[in-house]
Antibody, heavy 117, light 107 residues
Framework: QVQLVQSGAEEKKPGASVKVSCKASGYTFIDYYIHWVRQAPGQGLEWMGRINSNSGGRDYVQKFHGRITMTRDTSISTAYMELSSLRYDDTAVYYC??????????WGQGTLVTVSS | DIQMTQSPSPLSASVGDRVTINCRASQTISTSLNWYQQKPGKAPKLLIYAASSLQSGVPSRFGGSGSGTDFALTISSLQPEDFATYYCQHSYSHPLSFGGGTKVEVK
């Protein structure tokens, strides 16, 4: 069965960086894009961008340009999202999700990133 | 960028009710519209894709309709496990975006 398993919760100080992993299983990793979506406490869903798991090509939301890097390691079927220069309002649950055609059909369990001094 | 607006929020309903959640796009998106359900502490779950196609394993009481700018998610007979927050999301162009969510709560 398709599974996306994310790395554990992180607590970071303002200005630091965080790298969240998303390990895929149950399907051919390079055949699907991986998207990243975040959700601040009590808020809605915010799309951050996606990576082509085959080519490595990326699309980022403009507001994160310069701070976000999405990568993948095809040898271990894992996608990564790194966010730098963390601010208090980056505190959120970060989700990875698989794209099938244009919809997000499988999601990771989420990774809580807390930015606190 | 395309903005997605949901209504109502919240929505108060009882078990057995027919429930409709609306979603409007700021420009035409054809049928590039998906619906997700999210329960507290859990990841979103895909319910409907391409405006009206039911995701495998999702109960048939869920239905989607619409095209262009106006869309709806209907639950034909609300069940206890359906109390949750629902999000629409367009996939017409980048950047993708979600509606603000509709919380379906007990009346």
């Amino acid at each position: 069965q398709v599974q996306l398993v994310q790395s554990g919760a992180e607590e970071k100080k303002p200005g630091a960086s965080v790298k969240v992993s998303c390990k895929a299983s149950g399907y051919t990793f390079i055949d699907y894009y991986i998207h990243w979506v975040r959700q601040a406490p009590g808020q809605g869903l915010e799309w951050m961008g996606r990576i082509n798991s085959n080519s490595g090509g990326r699309d980022y939301v403009q507001k994160f340009h310069g701070r976000i890097t999405m990568t993948r390691d095809t040898s271990i079927s894992t996608a990564y999202m790194e966010l730098s220069s963390l601010r208090y309002d980056d505190t959120a649950v970060y989700y990875c999700a698989r794209e099938t055609n244009t919809w997000l059909d499988y999601w990771g369990q989420g990774t809580l990133v807390t930015v606190s001094s | 960028d395309i903005q997605m607006t949901q209504s109502p929020s919240p929505l108060s309903a009882s078990v057995g009710d027919r429930v409709t959640i609306n979603c409007r796009a700021s420009q035409t998106i054809s049928t590039s519209l998906n619906w997700y359900q999210q329960k507290p502490g859990k990841a979103p779950k895909l319910l409907i894709y391409a405006a009206s196609s039911l995701q495998s394993g999702v109960p048939s009481r869920f239905g989607g309709s619409g095209s262009g700018t106006d869309f709806a998610l209907t639950i034909s007979s609300l069940q206890p496990e359906d109390f949750a927050t629902y999000y629409c999301q367009h996939s017409y162009s980048h950047p993708l975006s979600f509606g603000g969510g509709t919380k379906v709560e007990v009346k």
